[in-house]
């Protein structure tokens, strides 16, 4: 059964720094489109960076701050979250999807398309 696992997250200081993982089980990493979303009772689900193999995109907000990889061999992607800051609060899922689907800030995310991860609370304190 194909699922993702994620770990990872918790509580940081702003200015600190956190990392999440998320492990590929029973499909291959570099087949598909991994996305981070978070969410937040404010803005709902948003996708912050996005990787497949060599591509990676981010959005705005936290470009120079958050650096997304792949390790092929551990069938993961991690996002290094640095310089937090408490609007960084939220929910953080890992989400596979077969094409890049999500490209601008605002595209509205789909709970219902692709493989999703648990998701994890990050907690940023001031």
């Known amino acids: 059964e194909a699922q993702l696992v994620q770990s990872g997250g918790g509580l940081a200081q702003a200015g600190g720094s956190l990392r999440l993982s998320c492990l590929f089980s029973g499909f291959n990493v570099d087949y598909y489109w991994t996305y981070w979303v978070r969410e937040t009772p404010g803005e709902g689900l948003k996708w912050v960076s996005v990787i497949k193999t060599d591509t990676t995109d981010y959005i705005d907000s936290v470009k120079g701050r958050f650096t997304i990889s792949s390790d092929s061999a551990k069938n993961t992607v991690y996002l290094q979250m640095n310089s937090l800051k408490p609007e960084d609060t939220a929910v953080y899922y890992c989400?596979?999807?077969?094409?890049?689907?999500?490209?601008?800030?605002?595209?509205?995310?789909?709970?219902?398309?692709?493989?999703w991860g648990q998701g994890t609370q990050v907690t940023v304190s001031s």
């Open positions: 989400v596979a999807l077969g094409a890049r689907t999500y490209n601008d800030e605002q595209d509205r995310i789909d709970r219902d398309f692709g493989y």
